[in-house]
């Protein structure tokens, strides 16, 4: 008896069973996968081994497994509700989220009645931005509270950072306001260290330079030898409409005249007026 065998046979017949395993495997695969019974699968199941039969009755089984956790009709229906379930937690986020910022920036608006002087009546009322003018900051610009909410003319606007504007213009449920970049705002300020520095401010103000404004406010001091420099926080001064300690800004630049007849001061506002939103309006204090 010959008990010698060829191991080029013997790879040949590795290679088979390796080849043909990875048929079975495959065809199952894709068969349980997609749901086919092809004529394909069904013969190459059937002519490899004889197990191929319990492997047939194993794959019905967990073709039926499958089935159970999503039987026919009610597939569609399951991942319409997941869809809204989906749907409903998105939108709670959604308004969870814009309840949290609008807490978040009426806090910061109460804080902005720190600013002022404790004399002066705090009736404040909380507002919205309804309507904007046209550019990159807000210059004009509409609330949703009006002559019934008590809103007046010559209202003060605040933000959470300071002073925003004023109105100049009332109807029954909303009014208009300018703020402190628009041409037709001035305000009179003093500087925080030493309240001697006073000055205006006002976009009106024609100021021979080369200095880029936009986003900044333009001021002048009373007084040339006023030593005011960058980093120098302004406040209302209290002269005209607006109470006296409301923030405005601080000095940016410094632009000396050349005919050394102003001080100008280029000065960045507290306030983000790209980015307005929740507002304060205050009754205009009466001036006897």
């Not at 920036?105 to 002066?120: H, P, Q, S, V």
Request: hydrophobic share 35%; aromatic share 10%.
């Amino acid at each position: 008896m010959n008990f010698y065998k060829d191991p080029r046979k013997m790879e040949k017949k590795t290679l088979f069973f390796i080849v043909t395993g990875g048929i079975l495997i495959l065809t199952l695969f894709f068969s349980i996968k997609n749901g086919n019974n092809n004529i394909a699968s069904k013969a190459i199941l059937e002519t490899t081994s004889p197990v191929n039969g319990q492997i047939s009755e194993a794959r019905g089984g967990f073709s039926n497994l499958i089935s159970s956790f999503f039987p026919n009709g009610q597939k569609d229906i399951k991942i319409q509700e997941l869809e809204n379930q989906v749907a409903e937690l998105r939108d709670k986020q959604i308004h969870d989220f814009i309840v949290q910022r609008d807490v978040i920036e009426l806090r910061e608006l109460k804080g902005a009645l720190n600013f002022i002087e404790d004399e002066y009546e705090q009736n404040y009322i909380t507002t919205s931005i309804v309507a904007k003018n046209d550019g990159n900051y807000y210059t004009t610009f509409t609330l949703s509270a009006g002559e019934n909410d008590g809103v007046k003319k010559d209202s003060i606007v605040l933000a959470g950072k300071g002073l925003v504007g004023r109105i100049y213009e009332v109807s029954a449920n909303y009014s208009k306001a300018i703020s402190i970049l628009d041409n037709k705002s001035s305000v009179s300020f003093e500087v925080l260290r030493n309240n001697e520095y006073t000055g205006i401010a006002s976009q009106n103000i024609n100021i021979d330079s080369e200095t880029d404004f936009e986003g900044f406010i333009k001021g002048y001091m009373f007084d040339i030898n006023y030593d005011v420099v960058p980093g120098d926080v302004i406040i209302t001064s209290g002269l005209g409409m607006y109470p006296r300690g409301i923030q405005i800004g601080e000095i940016y630049e410094v632009i000396e005249d050349p005919n050394n007849l102003l001080k100008y001061v280029k000065i960045r506002p507290y306030v983000n007026f790209r980015n307005l939103s929740k507002l304060l309006i205050l009754n205009p204090r009466e001036i006897n």
